[in-house]
Each structure stands twice: as C-alpha cells, then as structure tokens.
C-alpha cells in the first residue's frame, strides 16, 4: 500500500488531477501479521505521471481517459482490488495525564478515524484516516490466505473483525494509536467455515457476538471473546449460499438471507426457525401478506435491520425491496420494483421512510405511511453501494457509490444533490463513514474501488449543508 501526500488544488478548489503525481513504491509483504510503514517520498515525479497514465489506460475499452478531477484529500494505493473498508472510532492516547489526538495532520488540531480495508491480495491494511508526513504507519497483515470480503467494527469500536473466502475469521483489537505494534491487536482466529460470506456483529456492545455467513447455506454465531462457535443454523436445503444477514428485536433473532430468494428468522434462544420467507411452500398459504405481496424468485442481495423496532427490510437481485415483520412473520409492505439488482437498503432516522439503491441508476426513497416513492434519486450509472447517516433530527444524509467511480451525497428526505465526489475511473465497492456525523463537524469519508490500481480514498464533510473539501 503506498501513501500520497495532499493534493494540489485548483483555482476553484478542486484537485486538478494532472497536477498531481502519483507515488508508486515497491513493498516485500511480511511473514503472518507483520506490518510495513509507509514513508512519504516527494522526487517520484517520473514514476507517479507514470502511474497517472497507466491509470487511464485501464479503462474498460483500452483508450485513455481524460483527466479525472480528484476530490480525494488522502488515498491509499493497494496492491489488489478493494473489496472493504470500515471506519472506526477515534484513536486518542494518553499525554501528561491528559487524552489528546495522537493522529493529525501538523496544521490541526482534531484526532483521526481508524480505517480497516481487505482487499484481493489477502491482506487486511489498518491505518489513520488523517496521514501526515510525521505520523504515516500503515499497517499490512498477512493473515488470510485468500481474499478479504468483509471487515465490520463492532458497535463499541473496540474490537474488529474480517472475513475471507478462505473461510477465516480474525477478531482483531482496535489499536490505541497509529504506532503500536502487531501485538496490542491480539488476532484471535475463527475457523471451521467454507467461505465467508458477510458479518455482523450483535448491536449489544456487552455481547461480543458475531454472526457470519457461509457459502454452503450455514450461518455461523460466534463468541468473539472466547472463540467458541455458539450456534450453527442451516435451513436444510443444500446448494445455497447465505448471501445476507442482519440482527432484529434488539439482538433476539437474526435474519439471513439466500441466494434461492429465501429469508429466513431465526431464534437466537432456541436455534429453531420462527419464520420463513419463500415463494414455494407452506408459509405462503398460511401468511395473508405473503399470498397479497408475493415473494421474490431471484436471490437475496442486501438486508438491513431497524434500531428499535423488529422490522428489516430486503432487496433482491430482481430489484425487489420487502419491508417485513419479525415478529409476526408478516410482509409490511413492498416497494415499486426497480429494474435491477437491488445492492442497498436501510431505515432512516424517522423510520417512515426507507431507502433503496439499485443498480437500474436510481435510489429510491419511499414514504411507508403513505405507500408511495417520495424521492427518485438518479446516477450516471449502476449503484454499487451505500449508506445513511443523520448528522440532525431533520436531515438524512444518503452517500451512493456508483460504478462511474464517483459517490453523491445526497439530501435524501429531499431528493437533493448535495455534492458529487470524483476520482476514481472505475467502480465503487464499497462505502463507509465515520458514525459520528454532525452538522458542525468535519467527517471524513473513506471508500474502495475496483480498479489497475485499487485505492482507498478518503473525503472530508464540513458545515450543516455537508459541504465536502479537497
């Protein structure tokens, strides 16, 4: 992973991509949780215009892009696609009695977010969101043997965890500072899976409890602290993966999806199914709401759970959304098909409206009350991913990545634009931001793509109209 410094900006404040040289710096990978730190080197000049060019060259039709404005105030250089990154909490350390920020950039004064990314080349990468040239450790550990799917904090930002197709878990603990060493994270290992397929940690912090999804249709519970597998549920039926999951009822029951389209709810006390969403069989003539909505045929792409309530919501790779009951067992509502894949859904703040981005270009936003789309929130191209946050009782901030290589931020209740964030030629996979959003705070945004040369990127939010800088 290699490190670029700040961007030059433009007259108008933007970065101007031809500007700026791209560092490319050769790394030997260490043995099993070693890490590398990056050092900052200004003379490339030669080696980052050829970065730039080779850069351009990788799209997807072989010709060379025009220059793409980069909005990025920091970026990271990864040997092999992005597949995740989690922001984390702020690291803060002790000094003469006092806490203070021990990550930030020379001119201010604020700590930094820590950011895990897996990536292709099986390496999980852990880092400060603001690197300077005095404070710039990037750690690099080794620990997979195939690819980083997944990384999720855990709701006290303590601990974290990645998953990867090789079927490994590793809990890791959250470093204090940027400068500690491989063994204040402490990895402890999870094995016995096929191929993880997502995670999600119990929204309880006392918990300690993670749930993960297998390739073969299993969905795992783990016991974070002591290793030990708590539960391992499975449907029965074989050849289909669990594609997705989410906790509900505050943790009582997990929900997991399947590649077959089927949802399932499940007790964490008795390990028995309480409900199941399906097209074929009994459920479907025993439930009024599922004989009135009907059920998907395609697989389960993305599941979301409410805070408080025992309501989650499901989107499918026909473009169906389903907000449902786990309680009861019941369908609540469906939303208007979108034309495909649906790849985000979630709750806002006031859980009256729900969101839902596909890949057909649009993210609807769609008013439960009164059963209709409020908003139509449409992108160049396909949407990837994306997230909510509300910095305020009366904004809903909606951040899409696109597979034009940008992200929008978006005044979802409202259905507008509120800036558009470039830099990439290819695909976002992935998005996150720090949970701490406010109106009068500056937030940094990091995500990944899919690209020549993968990068993690970091952008910043600032002001109550969540304004970003370069």
């Known amino acids: 992973m290699?490190?670029?410094?700040?961007?030059?900006?433009?007259?108008?404040?933007?970065?101007?991509a031809n500007e700026y040289d791209e560092h490319e710096h050769e790394h030997e990978h260490e043995h099993e949780h070693e890490h590398s730190d990056i050092s900052l080197d200004h003379n490339e000049e030669e080696e980052g215009l050829r970065g730039n060019a080779e850069e351009q060259e990788g799209s997807e039709d072989g010709e060379l892009q025009d220059p793409v404005v980069d909005d990025a105030v920091q970026r990271l250089v990864h040997d092999d696609s992005v597949h995740c990154v989690?922001?984390?909490?702020?690291?803060?350390?002790?000094?003469g009695g006092q806490p203070r920020p021990t990550l930030q950039a020379p001119e201010e004064n604020r700590s930094a977010h820590l950011v895990v990314a897996g990536d292709q080349a099986d390496t999980v990468s852990v880092f400060p969101s603001l690197l300077s040239q005095a404070n710039n450790r990037v750690h690099q550990f080794e620990v997979h043997n195939d690819t980083v799917v997944s990384c999720k904090y855990s709701p006290c930002g303590t601990l974290f965890a990645t998953g990867g197709m090789d079927g490994l878990i590793v809990i890791w603990r959250t470093p204090k500072n940027s400068m500690c060493e491989k063994e204040e994270l402490a990895p402890l290992k999870l094995e016995g899976m096929k191929e993880v397929q997502w995670l999600r940690w119990h929204p309880s912090a006392e918990a300690r409890v993670l749930a993960a999804g297998d390739i073969d249709g299993t969905v795992w519970v783990w016991k974070v602290t002591s290793g030990e597998c708590l539960l391992v549920l499975s449907k029965g039926d074989i050849g289909h993966r669990s594609t997705a999951g989410a906790w509900t009822d505050g943790g009582r029951k997990l929900v997991a999806g399947y590649s077959n389209g089927d949802v399932i709810v499940w007790s964490l006390k008795t390990a028995m199914m309480l409900h199941r969403f399906s097209q074929r069989g009994q459920d479907n003539t025993r439930r009024p709401s599922l004989q009135h909505f009907g059920w998907t045929t395609h697989g389960v792409s993305t599941l979301e759970h409410h805070q408080e309530k025992p309501l989650f919501l499901v989107g499918s790779?026909?473009?169906?959304?389903?907000l449902c009951n786990s309680m009861s067992g019941d369908v609540c509502a469906k939303l208007p098909r979108q034309r495909d894949s649906v790849?985000?859904?979630?709750?806002?703040?006031?859980?009256?409206?729900?969101?839902?981005?596909?890949?057909?270009?649009?993210?609807n936003?769609?008013?439960?009350?009164?059963?209709?789309?409020?908003?139509?929130?449409?992108?160049?191209?396909?949407?990837?991913?994306?997230?909510?946050?509300?910095?305020?009782s009366h904004l809903e901030v909606l951040i899409t990545g696109c597979c034009d290589g940008s992200v929008t931020v978006w005044d979802a209740l409202r259905g507008i634009k509120l800036k558009r964030l470039s830099g990439f030629y290819k695909s976002v996979l992935c998005v996150d931001a720090s949970e701490d959003v406010t109106e009068e705070m500056t937030t940094p945004l990091p995500f990944s793509?899919?690209?020549?040369?993968?990068?993690?990127?970091?952008?910043?939010?600032?002001?109550?109209?969540?304004?970003?800088?370069?």
């Open 2 to 16: 290699n490190y670029d410094p700040d961007l030059p900006e433009s007259d108008d404040g933007m970065v101007d």
């Open 86 to 95: 989690a922001v984390g909490p702020k690291t803060m350390a002790p000094t």
């Open 317 to 322: 790779a026909g473009g169906e959304t389903f």
């Open 343 to 363: 790849e985000m859904v979630g709750f806002c703040k006031n859980d009256r409206w729900v969101v839902s981005c596909s890949m057909d270009k649009s993210a």
């Open 365 to 392: 936003v769609f008013d439960t009350k009164e059963q209709l789309i409020t908003a139509q929130l449409m992108h160049p191209k396909g949407l990837t991913c994306g997230i909510l946050r509300a910095p305020s």
């Open 449 to 470: 793509i899919f690209s020549p040369f993968l990068k993690v990127k970091i952008y910043q939010i600032q002001g109550k109209h969540i304004q970003c800088k370069s």
